[in-house]
């Protein structure tokens, strides 16, 4: 499966963003599909993420309230709401797929800067 995540960009403490992963190669039904991040020098972390067939969602502590992952299976795409953005919120955002085998893919990225 390939992924392709959008919608970052540059937003004022406060704000909200909407970003997007599309697959294509595979149906989503058949990988768990999760958001990362990645800030400048810090190790990668867990945002929030679809179970197995999509069942059940889960969120890191600081993604809890503010966030908000949902998804399209019919246009095979996932979305991160992001609201009350906060300064600590800048990262590059990855879209990650898992499938039942274990193997894992992931997406180019695509950069969130929040100023305050």
């Known amino acids: 499966v390939q992924l392709e995540e959008s919608g970052g960009g540059l937003v004022q403490d406060g704000d909200s963003l909407r970003l997007t992963c599309a697959a294509s190669?595979?149906?989503?039904?058949?990988?768990?599909i999760g958001w990362f991040r990645q800030a400048p020098g810090k190790e990668r972390e867990f945002v929030a993420a679809?179970?197995?067939?999509?069942?059940?969602?889960q969120y890191a502590d600081s993604a809890k309230g503010r966030f908000t992952i949902f998804r399209d299976g019919i246009q095979n795409t996932v979305w991160l709401q992001l609201n009350s953005l906060k300064p600590e919120d800048t990262a590059v955002y990855y879209c990650?797929?898992?499938?039942?085998?274990?193997?894992?893919?992931w997406g180019q990225g695509t950069q969130v800067t929040v100023s305050s």
């Open positions: 990650h797929a898992k499938n039942q085998l274990g193997e894992g893919y």
């Open positions: 190669g595979r149906t989503f039904s058949d990988y768990a």
């Open positions: 679809f179970s197995w067939k999509g069942g059940d969602t």
